[in-house]
């Protein structure tokens, strides 16, 4: 029976406590007008400029669908492998907020336009963190709803602004299934929808933009056992902050547990109870599966047709890590890296065509040199100062035996200080190029030979290895500008 009493042990032990992370993402739709009236979408364009009388829910004034933000939602729905309802509904969303104007928002929370889809994220693991490792979450529903506008407190006079340019922007709403364990597969999850969006050209994703808001509900349990009570983190505006958000909730969930607490269901953000109603000015929305399901007397242009959407996808992400992979023979956490960062992809490419370096080989330089010198300050491949032709030229002056590869990091470094400067000018004024005048090395070498009996004492009792070591001497000799080749032949002629 001890074995029963250790489970009951194990059972109420606060360590297994695991998290459990569902999204909810609200995608500004990438399109010129609003979801129902003919006003412009402009980020950061004067207050109130981009304001219609249906914006400003001014009586008898009547919301029309913008075809192009049906269009976008069907095709993101495509892009996640959803259900596309080919008969979807509005309704009023009601609750009092000082930036809806109408006293309501029009969603579609009883019929969205799709479900039941899936995103597949990968994450880094394993014990160098070089394995990828795929996800799946699942999408519940993606819906089409209007944005509000926005509200700007101001404390010194004690009144709020109101701003309705946003209001009535077209949003897309991605309910995703609790599914998720922790802050780093929700983060990787929206970079990859962000990636995708971006493909798609549905919405622009511009996080500091507002153009993806994320909420994430949290909560903790014991595997096996009922969900936890939730807590929601709301309006999340950057990937780094969600995975920060989302995994001080669970510690905090856990810690509050372990006392001996509860964990109140509570959002921190405004929230309202809010009641449903059909809008009765929009009639359902239909779209159709393909021309020949047009009903007659209908204008094709008007129509919005699932089957011409799904032939204008683009690459997604996950077909572009594949083909990187096939075509250049890297690996692939490389293609992850290369895709990930916004013009790596074009960056990496442009240096292939200007060298004659193996992919293999030009591949490391790009996601370890370049990036981590982009990543230590905060800078996008736009703004490296070493442009992918210079980056090509350093290669070529290696792969031609020019420069060894430790003095090539040395120039790298060079050409990020002194932008502008190519690396054939850097080696000729350093003198750094490789010393292949064999008198100069054999009197190097004879030199290291020389000082060093007891090496070249091993190295003629069959000792070989040793040999590297005075290889190693030579190189910090000549400030490892010495041609490795001619050195190793120099030396093992001397020690033989």
Not at 75 to 96: E, G, P, Q, V
Not at 242 to 266: C, P, W
Not at 479 to 486: E, Q, S
């Amino acid at each position: 029976n001890a074995t029963n009493n250790n489970n009951d042990n194990s059972r109420s032990d606060p360590q297994q406590l695991v998290g459990v992370v569902g999204l909810e993402v609200h995608a500004q739709i990438n399109s010129n007008t609003k979801l129902f009236s003919g006003s412009s979408v402009r980020f950061s364009a004067p207050p109130n400029s981009l304001v219609s009388p249906f914006d400003a829910s001014l009586p008898g004034t009547l919301p029309v669908l913008n075809k192009r933000c049906v269009e976008a939602a069907v095709m993101t729905a495509l892009a996640l492998n959803c259900t596309i309802n080919k008969k979807s509904l509005f309704d009023r969303k009601h609750y009092f907020y000082a930036d809806l104007p109408a006293g309501y928002q029009i969603t579609q929370q009883r019929r969205p336009i799709a479900v039941d889809g899936t995103l597949t994220y990968s994450i880094l693991g394993g014990k160098k963190r070089s394995q990828v490792i795929r996800r799946t979450s699942t999408i519940k529903q993606i819906q089409l709803e209007q944005d509000s506008g926005k509200s700007l407190h101001d404390d010194l006079r004690s009144q709020t602004l109101i701003d309705l340019n946003r209001a009535g922007v077209g949003l897309m709403e991605l309910v995703m299934e609790p599914d998720m364990s922790c802050g780093e597969e929700a983060a990787a999850a929206v970079r990859e929808l962000q990636l995708i969006l971006q493909a798609l050209g549905t919405c622009q994703a511009n996080m500091s933009e507002g153009q993806l808001r994320v909420d994430a509900n949290v909560s903790v349990h014991k595997p096996g056992e009922p969900l936890g009570v939730r807590t929601e983190v709301k309006n999340i505006n950057s990937v780094r902050f969600l995975s920060r958000a989302i995994d001080y909730e669970i510690q905090r969930h856990i810690q509050v547990l372990q006392r001996g607490g509860t964990v109140q269901n509570e959002t921190r953000a405004f929230d309202s109870k809010s009641g449903f109603m059909p809008e009765p000015n929009l009639p359902p929305l239909i779209v159709y599966e393909d021309n020949a399901s047009l009903p007659t007397g209908i204008d094709a242009c008007q129509a919005v047709v699932v089957q011409e959407i799904r032939a204008g996808l683009p690459e997604l992400p996950s077909i572009k890590r594949d083909r990187l992979v096939q075509t250049y023979g890297i690996l692939p956490e490389h293609s992850f890296t290369l895709v990930n960062e916004d013009g790596l992809v074009e960056y990496f490419e442009a240096v292939l065509k200007a060298t004659t370096k193996e992919p293999r080989k030009v591949i490391g330089w790009v996601t370890n040199e370049l990036v981590g010198h982009l990543k230590q300050r905060d800078m996008s491949v736009s703004q490296s100062p070493i442009s992918p032709s210079a980056l090509a030229e350093l290669l070529e002056r290696q792969e031609s035996g020019h420069i060894s590869s430790s003095v090539a990091k040395q120039v790298f470094q060079e050409m990020w200080r002194s932008p502008g400067k190519t690396a054939s000018q850097i080696i000729q004024e350093q003198d750094l190029g490789l010393v292949s005048d064999a008198t100069q090395l054999h009197s190097i070498c004879q030199k290291v030979v020389d000082s060093h009996p007891v090496e070249v004492h091993a190295i003629r009792n069959g000792n070989k290895k040793v040999l590297n070591k005075l290889m190693g001497l030579v190189q910090k000799e000549t400030k490892g500008r010495a041609d490795p080749v001619l050195v190793r032949a120099i030396l093992q002629e001397k020690t033989s």
